[in-house]
């Protein structure tokens, strides 16, 4: 499926949400903005995450793909991840996927045509090539390898829509050197890919990760570099821009009556926690470009035993209550709100409701 079909899809579901919404909500009503996304009435879109263990998750169970489903679920969008592989945490009901821990392209290559065949992908999301690297296997040959792969997945497939990762950073400095030229060579080919009608776009994923996102073996993502990594797929799959916003940063997140806390399970290795008491919150001051409507996701985990509710409010504006369901601390739910906000500064603002969450980041996508 098309880049354009895709944004269709995601608009659909959009103005689906929001008819619903106008139906069962008098007008001068904030808008509840805990998102337990309605049942989409079109098909699931069949997603097949394909690749190394990065794609699997190695050392976080479910990897990015986790948070990549809870956002597509957050936007009312029903996904089938396909594959014959399966892990992932619970906040992943489907698990399916073609990530193969230690596998080079060339082992995909062999598998993939019968993977397609299979469980007919309209998407594959391809981050292969970091095995390739560590193994040293002639590097010069790599991106004529990544080439043939995407080709025959394209040639297999012809409306499958396959967007192709460049690869993550490495601590090693000769890892890191040797991945910076392989992914230099991905968008020419992609580019040219596209020219001859194939459906394929690069998704720049080296640039959404640090070296802070990197686990102690230098080469994995932590549980904030895979989230970061979902972001950045998901921000390709609907043509818009993520930009997220550190619930632990001081620069821009207040917090009264609670606590920052460090730990490599969350985004940017840091979290705000203890929001335990009546008049506990956490507000984040954040600049948008343009006024409009923009769609809040908020990264947050309960280990409370209960659901717990936090209050939202922008600009001192109540936007009704986010539920997070009970899984346990550092295990991160997303729900979604849409917020009204002006160009330029905009206070939102986590206020504690029924009983205390862990917050970790928000993430802000500007509608159209």
């Known amino acids: 499926m098309g880049a354009a079909l895709f944004a269709l899809t995601v608009g659909s579901v959009t103005a689906c949400r929001a008819q619903a919404e106008s139906q069962t909500r008098p007008t001068d009503r904030p808008p509840s903005s805990a998102t337990n996304a309605p049942r989409p009435a079109s098909p699931p879109l069949r997603v097949m995450p394909l690749g190394d263990s990065i794609t699997d998750g190695l050392q976080v169970p479910g990897g990015y793909r986790t948070d990549l489903w809870q956002f597509m679920a957050a936007d009312g969008m029903a996904a089938d991840f396909v594959g014959s592989q399966a892990s992932g945490p619970a906040q992943l009901p489907d698990r399916d996927h073609e990530g193969h821990p230690g596998w080079r392209m060339g082992q995909i290559y062999l598998q993939v045509r019968s993977w397609l065949r299979s469980y007919r992908p309209q998407v594959v999301l391809l981050d292969i090539g ?24 394209t040639t297999t497939s012809p409306e499958t829509r396959v967007y192709v990762a460049t690869i993550g950073p490495f601590a090693r400095p000769i890892d890191e050197a040797r991945a910076q030229r392989y992914n230099a060579a991905i968008p020419t080919i992609t580019r040219s890919l596209a020219q001859r009608g194939r459906r394929v776009q690069t998704v720049d994923m080296h640039a959404a990760l640090g070296k802070g996102d990197l686990a102690s073996d230098g080469i994995h993502p932590t549980a904030g570099g895979y989230s970061k990594m979902a972001a950045r797929w998901y921000s390709a799959l609907t043509a818009s821009s993520i930009t997220r916003w550190e619930a632990e940063n001081p620069a821009y997140a207040a917090v009264n009556n609670g606590v920052r806390l460090q730990t490599r399970a969350a985004s940017g290795n840091g979290k705000v926690g203890y929001l335990n008491y009546a008049d506990s919150y956490l507000e984040f001051t954040i600049d948008v470009p343009r006024a409009g409507r923009y769609r809040m996701y908020a990264h947050a985990a309960d280990g409370m035993g209960t659901p717990c509710d936090q209050r939202l409010s922008v600009d001192g504006r109540p936007q009704g209550n986010l539920r997070f369901p009970n899984v346990g601390w550092d295990e991160w739910i997303i729900r979604s709100a849409d917020l009204t906000l002006n160009a330029g500064r905009n206070t939102v603002r986590f206020s504690r409701g029924t009983c205390s969450t862990e917050i970790d980041a928000i993430d802000l996508r500007a509608l159209r």
């Open 130 to 153: 970091t095995n390739d690297i560590l193994q040293n296997k002639e590097l010069e040959h790599a991106p004529s390898r990544l080439s043939m792969l995407i080709n025959l997945i």
